[in-house]
């Protein structure tokens, strides 16, 4: 079912809270947003291997990215946090938008359907 499909793709490392920024809060999620996601790690995952990723790290990191709205919070994730960065993570980080952002398209992100998209994925991975 789409659950189980979802629960695979998520692994705890989903943070709806990206989607409360200005660039998706009230906007209907179109194909552009769904790209930006796919495209916002591509870049810099690769660079991320052999960092240990620590909460030091990730502020300075949030603080200096110039692509506004990076989700860096998802790498206080137990999948990564005071963990060394590997190939691995980075291929997991680039893809983990694929399965589900395309759902997403038509979707107005209200801050009600984000609580419940956070709500309904926390229950999943219990």
């Given at each position: 079912?789409?659950?189980?499909?979802?629960?695979?793709?998520?692994?705890?490392?989903?943070?709806?809270?990206?989607?409360?920024?200005?660039?998706?809060l009230n906007k209907t999620f179109s194909t552009e947003?769904?790209q930006l996601l796919h495209s916002?790690?591509?870049?810099?995952?690769?660079?991320?291997?052999?960092?240990?990723?620590?909460?030091?790290?990730?502020?300075?990191?949030?603080?200096?990215?110039?692509?506004?709205?990076?989700?860096?919070?998802?790498?206080?994730?137990?999948?990564?946090?005071?963990?060394?960065?590997?190939?691995?993570?980075?291929?997991?980080?680039?893809?983990?938008?694929?399965?589900?952002?395309?759902?997403?398209?038509?979707?107005?992100?209200?801050?009600?359907?984000?609580?419940?998209?956070?709500?309904?994925?926390?229950?999943?991975?219990?």
């Amino acid at each position: 079912g789409i659950n189980a499909e979802y629960g695979e793709n998520l692994n705890r490392t989903w943070d709806w809270d990206i989607f409360l920024s200005e660039r998706f809060l009230n906007k209907t999620f179109s194909t552009e947003h769904s790209q930006l996601l796919h495209s916002s790690w591509d870049d810099v995952a690769e660079r991320l291997v052999g960092i240990r990723i620590t909460d030091e790290f990730l502020k300075l990191s949030a603080h200096i990215d110039r692509v506004e709205d990076r989700p860096w919070s998802m790498l206080y994730s137990e999948n990564y946090f005071n963990e060394v960065f590997t190939r691995e993570m980075a291929h997991r980080l680039t893809n983990i938008w694929d399965g589900i952002s395309d759902k997403l398209v038509g979707i107005t992100m209200t801050k009600e359907v984000i609580e419940l998209l956070d709500y309904v994925t926390d229950k999943t991975n219990c």
